[in-house]
């Protein structure tokens, strides 16, 4: 699987955008972004995936280059509830996901 | 829908003693898996299985046995627990593994602590 890097955190102002970059090189054809969050402790929790077009549902957007070597998840309204560690992941047709560290968001009053 | 659960949440072994860790999933999901995750850590894969019967290793399948007798379970065994097992494991399961339609539900953790 292809490999991503990710900030390890940002910040970002309750009620504002948060936009989450992730880069993936080196990622191949037929290899999908997806995007999970972990809260706290908690279990890890989908939040979006998509291939080569912008995909976007009730929790966020995600938006992929034309190349594919990099995404941006975009929270449109960041709350205290979305303070959480995001995880960019890239994987084809495999059974497995491979977590990296994340991108630990801090979302502040 | 319970979604994915977990049994026990917390755990305490001395090294050597042996244990279970059972999860249960209720959305008719073929695909399981079994995680760890080590302070500061991204999650890292142990086992995983496709099937009822079916099992295969992950990343880091060394001290850990599987099975999958059971559609709806998946149950993790640790043999002869270590320090170096301390860990919190996670269960997840997904409908499919294509990578179109592989959303994974977790569930909330078994918090092992090994003396």
């Known amino acids: 699987d292809a490999k991503t890097t990710q900030p390890t955190s940002m910040d970002c102002a309750e009620g504002r955008a948060a936009n989450l970059p992730c880069n993936h090189s080196?990622?191949?054809?037929?290899?999908?972004v997806y995007w999970y969050r972990q809260i706290h402790s908690q279990g890890p929790q989908y939040i979006i995936h998509g291939l080569k077009n912008n995909e976007t549902n009730e929790m966020a957007s995600l938006i992929i280059t034309e190349d594919r070597k990099s995404s941006t998840l975009i929270l449109p309204h960041a709350t205290l509830r979305d303070t959480a560690v995001y995880y960019c992941?890239?994987?084809?047709?495999?059974?497995?996901?491979?977590f990296g560290t994340g991108t630990r968001l801090q979302v502040f009053p | 829908n319970a979604g994915v659960t977990q049994t026990p949440k917390f755990r305490v072994l001395k090294t050597g003693q042996s244990m279970t860790l059972l999860c249960a999933q209720d959305?008719?999901?073929?695909?399981m898996y079994w995680y760890r995750q080590d302070p500061g850590m991204g999650l890292r894969l142990i086992h995983y299985?496709?099937?009822?019967?079916?099992?295969a290793k992950g990343e880091v399948p060394d001290g850990y046995n599987v099975s999958r007798l059971k559609k709806q379970n998946f149950l993790l065994g640790l043999e002869s627990a270590a320090p170096s097992q301390t860990s919190v494991y996670f269960c997840?399961?997904?409908?499919?593994?294509?990578?179109?339609?592989?959303?994974?539900?977790f569930g909330p953790g078994t918090r092992l602590t090994v003396l």
């Open positions: 299985s496709v099937g009822e019967g079916t099992t």
């Open positions: 959305m008719n999901h073929e695909y």
């Open positions: 080196t990622i191949s054809g037929n290899e999908y």
């Open positions: 997840a399961s997904t409908y499919s593994g294509r990578a179109r339609e592989g959303e994974q539900f």
């Open positions: 992941i890239v994987r084809a047709n495999t059974d497995k996901l491979i």
